[in-house]
């Protein structure tokens, strides 16, 4: 599941969703928990209609305590952080600098 979260897609997936898929299916989020609704979630985990959830995503950040979710079987969440590297790291860094350079140079505010 990768989509952004907008109002038609809050809880996209829910207990009517869950019910339709074939039984023991297995979920991957990598985009924004609200896409899920939790309630559900747990309840087809804790029947088998769904086999596995993983995430990257809560639906809240930091996760609440009383979040479903983080009791349901077959459940692995992992740091939203996949494009964490040294080379993005330097560029998160650069980059914001480079487009200030070039900004300025356009509007002839900066000379070389």
Known sequence: LHLPLTVATRHLLGAAEFA????GVRLV???????????ALAQALRSGQVRAYSA????GEPP????????????MFTPHMAYLSQA?????ELDPAR???????????LTR
């Open 20 to 23: 339709a898929m074939r039984p």
């Open 29 to 39: 989020n990598t985009a924004r928990g609200e896409l899920v609704d939790g309630d």
């Open 56 to 59: 990257d995503v809560a639906a």
């Open 64 to 75: 609440d305590p009383a979040d479903p979710l983080l009791g349901a079987p077959n459940t």
């Open 88 to 92: 993005s790291a330097r560029r998160y």
């Open 99 to 109: 487009n200030l350079v070039a900004a300025l140079r356009k509007k002839g505010a």
